[in-house]
């Protein structure tokens, strides 16, 4: 069974520009959450979602968005870009949701702002 | 107050000796606690994770976890390091169990010498 994998591995973008990152989840997964990693900061939750629908945020500004298509499949946007948004984002699935079921991380997108 | 707190940032041991990783949890979250690896340039994979149906969980690649009520701790050891285990660990919480978010300490990297 294929893992989780995100799309594209590595990005460069400079200040004021927007992305969008993808996120597929392991087949049969019906959640998805998004994470933030930076050395300052470190693992920062952003999104978590469940059939389409967000289920749950972290507190992140309003330029970062999310969304949860039909198959499963994520994608989460960044407007406006910061030099500060400079991180790894990180997807992980389940297959529900809650405290018991497993979540499985994908290998994250580099975001680097220029 | 930090929901987990990794003790030590960097922790460095001789390949063959006890490996202790430490963390603590707020007595105030839920028992949800886990225990995740990553990897240079990878995601974050699961090492364990408590399930309250034992205080001793055994994990992957020879990793064991003991949570602790009266103190509130649930740190990670392995009796014998390899080069192998090099890396970085994080402890972790679901605050809520209904949902699959996780909250993260700040990490603690393993180094391992020959």
């Known amino acids: 069974k294929a893992g989780v994998t995100q799309t594209p591995r590595y990005l460069i973008k400079t200040r004021g520009q927007q992305v969008t990152l993808s996120c597929s989840p392991i087949?049969?997964?019906?959640?998805v959450s998004w994470y933030q990693q930076t050395p300052g900061q470190g693992l920062q939750f952003l999104f978590e979602?469940?059939?389409?629908?967000q289920r749950n945020k972290g507190n992140f500004p309003g330029r970062f968005s999310g969304r949860q298509f039909s198959n499963s499949r994520s994608e989460m946007n960044v407007s406006t870009l910061e030099l500060g948004d400079s991180a790894l984002y990180l997807c992980a699935s389940s297959w529900g949701q809650g405290s018991h079921n497993e979540q499985f991380f994908g290998p994250g997108t580099r975001l680097t702002v220029l | 107050a930090q929901s987990v707190t990794q003790l030590g940032s960097h922790v460095s041991v001789s390949e063959g000796a006890l490996v202790l990783l430490r963390c603590n949890y707020s007595?105030?979250?839920?028992?949800?606690l886990f225990w995740y690896v990553q990897y240079p340039n990878q995601g974050l994979q699961l090492l364990l994770k408590y399930t309250s149906a034992a205080t001793l969980v055994k994990g992957i690649n020879g990793f064991e976890a003991e949570f602790k009520k009266s103190e509130t701790s649930f740190h990670l050891t392995k009796p014998s390091a390899h080069m192998s285990d090099a890396a970085e660990y994080f402890c972790?919480?679901?605050?809520?169990?209904?949902?699959?978010?996780?909250?993260f300490g700040k990490g603690t990297m393993l180094l391992v010498s020959p």
């Open positions: 007595s105030s979250v839920p028992p949800y």
């Open positions: 979602y469940f059939s389409e629908t």
């Open positions: 972790a919480v679901i605050l809520n169990s209904g949902y699959s978010t996780l909250t």
């Open positions: 087949s049969g997964h019906r959640s």
